[in-house]
């Protein structure tokens, strides 16, 4: 790399080494052999990619943000700059451009799980709870089997003052796998709404077992008491 620092074949380079520098959590110095990748090849867009996911352990979001613009100013069709670019303007509460982003994405990939995830998150914060319920049912029905949508489906079903479909949707949760202490919480929150107080506190204490922080259910536990 001394001898020829102009040569191309040292982005590869670099941006192995940020591979690894990454995996390493080493974040900061993964970002650094990124751009040194992208001073050769500035228009690469796994190294792109990577840069984008780096900034975004940082924290460094706008920097992310101008990195996914960039690849989708070359590729208006590149799913992975879509999402996570959605997921930036969810963060930030720019909802009508990850509305944009996420339609875009589910033009190119109908099927994309991650996407309609996006959609009923989104559709949930600007209170379309209907709309969001929609896509998360057509969700449940591909993938029975999984944990997270029940879980997903019971909050929505609390925001929409639906609770029994949300304690349906926590006993599911729960057969699915028993170890996951958030369907307890959840549970012990609705009971603890009902006034159901051993109830909640049982729940309460088996998401605790189950290694929930009780530092997080320190005024639920006050409550029951």
Sequence with gaps: MRAEPANVQNA?????????????????????SF??????LPDYVPVLLNRA?????????????????????????QTEALLMRAYIFMSRREYPEARTDYEHLLQIEPQSYAGRLGV???????GRHPEALMVL???????????????????LHVDMDQTEAA?????????????????????????LAQKK???????????ISLGYPAS???EQLKRIK
Excluded at 175 to 185: G, K, Q, S, T
Excluded at 197 to 207: S, T
Aim: with cysteine.
């Design 12 to 32: 590869l380079i670099f941006s192995n080494l940020g591979v690894v520098q990454h995996r390493m959590g080493k974040y900061e110095m993964a970002v650094e």
């Design 35 to 40: 751009s040194l990748a992208l001073n050769l």
């Design 53 to 77: 996911s780096a900034y975004l352990e940082l924290g460094q979001v706008s920097r992310a943000l101008a990195d996914y613009t960039h690849i989708l100013a070359m590729d208006s069709n």
């Design 120 to 126: 009923v998150t989104l559709e949930q914060q600007v």
């Design 137 to 155: 049912n057509g969700l449940v029905t591909e993938f029975p089997e999984e944990e997270e949508l029940y879980i997903i489906r019971a909050n």
């Design 167 to 191: 304690l349906l949707d926590l006993e599911e949760a729960i057969r699915l796998n028993e170890d996951n202490p958030i369907p307890y919480c959840i549970r012990g929150e609705i009971f």
């Design 197 to 207: 107080n051993a109830w909640a506190g049982r729940n309460f204490e088996k998401a």
């Design 216 to 218: 997080e259910l320190r």
